[in-house]
């Protein structure tokens, strides 16, 4: 099939089931006052806002599935399409046409997990599990960091024991999960035994509504609360849920937090479009004197140069993902690159707007910036502290020595 046929293909599909999107795409850019439902520029997730948009989205990834348009290119054996990133790019740019409910909730899904378990799972995990992750019937999160284990993951005290029926039981605290209040499974590493480091970890896929499974959300100062602790209490696991060998597991993670990297680099990633240099030039435009503004220009071109780097960084490693190449340590660049990227706009913002960005006015895209402000030291967290990541490039990428 050619790339115009899945084009063709995907948008007979979308005209019938969704409308079309504005001709000038204006609800992807920073306007002012066009109704009702345009209230905010961006909005810190509810957990009862984001359960009840769920039959929404579960519905749309079933609806592509059954079209055969939920896995382009993943391999046919586990229900996908075996065709080429550019056909994917070419799905995508047919969806930018049309009003649908997108992806944002399932990167973790779609973009960390299925991937991993495409890598090492067993074969009758893969058939079970990849089918509906894709299909929308699944959602999935990812518990790795501990309160006493978040950039130094080895080190993390969740154990899991194996019991004479074969069956592990888990137990432990797991800590800034995004989306466990939403999902059906977690892919959780925890400790097998007692050593050597990075050989005594096992990678496992656990129910997250088993018994003893316990979700809290943590509340944001951004207002939000798309994180959880979880608590973990003699849950029972079957060892066919154990993802790879057991002691095992480290390599599994490093999968897991290289897809990561990778997904949180993406200059769309969340499907906010945060980054949007279109809007961005909206809000200068919309602000009083700060488009004649000498030094406001200045920092929006500095901004926008540093924005089109890391997304000519991204296309690369497009190109390289559609050449099949798995996400490498240099992965970690894009997303050092993303939160930076977050900071120099939550910066850019404040200045633009000054008090306005502090104080509820009323005035549309204002105050509703206050969650991109508040919330950009958390970028610098999350898949691996920046800190962390810039020694992977050192020692990984370009073959520095450790420290002593």
């Not at 499974?213 to 154990?242: H, I, K, W, Y």
């Not at 089109?308 to 992965?331: L, N, T």
Request: glycine fraction near 12%; proline fraction near 6%.
């Amino acid at each position: 099939m050619t790339v115009e046929e899945l084009a063709a293909e995907a948008e007979r599909y979308l005209a019938a089931h969704y409308p079309k999107a504005a001709g000038d795409e204006r609800s992807k850019r920073f306007v002012w006052g066009e109704g009702d439902d345009e209230v905010r520029v961006f909005q810190e997730p509810d957990p009862e806002t984001e359960a009840d948009a769920m039959p929404a989205i579960r519905a749309w990834r079933r609806g592509l599935w059954e079209a055969g348009l939920g896995w382009i290119t993943g391999p046919p054996e586990y229900g996908g399409r075996g065709l080429s990133g550019a056909h994917q790019w070419a799905f995508e740019r047919v969806v930018r046409r049309y009003q649908v409910p997108g992806d944002s909730s399932l990167t973790i899904s779609l973009g960390m997990i299925a991937p991993t378990i495409l890598r090492h799972g067993s074969e009758e995990q893969k058939r079970h599990y990849l089918p509906k992750l894709y299909s929308g019937e699944l959602i999935s999160c990812q518990l790795f960091s501990e309160p006493g284990a978040g950039s130094d993951l080895a080190s993390l005290s969740t154990r899991a024991v194996r019991g004479e029926d074969g069956d592990w039981r888990v137990s432990g605290q797991k800590v800034w999960t995004s989306g466990a209040h939403l999902s059906d499974i977690g892919e959780i590493i925890c400790r097998t035994a007692d050593g050597p480091r990075h050989r005594n970890l096992t990678a496992f896929l656990v129910d997250m509504r088993a018994p003893g499974v316990t979700v809290r959300p943590l509340r944001q100062m951004t207002g939000g609360a798309a994180f959880n602790e979880v608590f973990l209490d003699d849950v029972v696991v079957p060892d066919s849920a154990r993802l790879g060998a057991e002691g095992e597991g480290w390599p599994v993670a490093l999968t897991t937090l290289s897809n990561e990297r990778n997904a949180m680099g993406h200059s769309s990633f969340g499907g906010a479009g945060i980054l949007s240099t279109e809007r961005l030039a909206e809000l200068v435009r919309h602000t009083p004197g700060a488009a004649e503004d000498p030094v406001v220009r200045r920092a929006f071109g500095e901004l926008q140069v540093q924005l089109r780097v890391a997304r000519y960084a991204q296309q690369v490693a497009g190109a390289r993902a559609r050449a099949g190449d798995s996400p490498g340590p240099e992965a970690a660049l894009h997303k050092i690159a993303l939160s930076d990227n977050i900071a120099r706009l939550g910066r850019f913002v404040a200045e633009v707007l000054g008090p306005k960005a502090a104080a509820d006015t009323g005035e549309w895209g204002t105050y509703a910036w206050t969650s991109v402000i508040l919330g950009a030291p958390g970028y610098r967290l999350g898949g691996g502290t920046d800190e962390v990541l810039k020694n992977v490039i050192a020692q990984r990428v370009l073959g520095l020595p450790r420290p002593n």
